[in-house]
């Protein structure tokens, strides 16, 4: 089985930063996407950003210039730098891993973590 594990969120006040890191584990052979989604109160999930093994990175609109993905292949794990952050940031993040090739499984599979609070507000 492939677990998402989530860290980093927390409160912030606006203008501060947080990082988040996103490991996954399990007989992961391959991944090919990874990146983050969040979800405001009332407010349907959005990409925010993702990043592909090869390291191309595409951002949502709304942070671009402010958040910066970036992804450690041997490790599995993605990371999210989030600087000059806003209330509007205000979210639970999620992290996802898609086309995961798993050990003695056949076929590409998705997954998602858990989600961790990201509170932006003085």
């Known amino acids: 089985q492939v677990q998402l594990v989530e860290s980093g969120g927390g409160l912030v006040q606006p203008g501060g930063s947080l990082s988040l890191s996103c490991a996954a584990s399990?007989?992961?052979?391959?991944?090919?996407?990874m990146g983050w989604h969040r979800q405001a109160p009332g407010k349907e999930r959005e990409l925010v950003a993702a990043i592909t093994s090869g390291g191309s990175t595409n951002y949502v609109d709304s942070v671009k210039g402010r958040f910066t993905i970036s992804r450690d292949n041997a490790k599995n794990t993605v990371y999210l730098q989030m600087n000059s952050l806003k209330p509007e940031d205000t979210a639970v993040y999620y992290c996802y891993a898609s086309g995961v090739l798993v050990r003695n499984r056949v076929g590409l599979s998705d997954y998602w973590g858990q989600g961790t609070q990201v509170t932006v507000s003085s």
């Open positions: 399990g007989s992961i052979f391959s991944i090919n996407a």
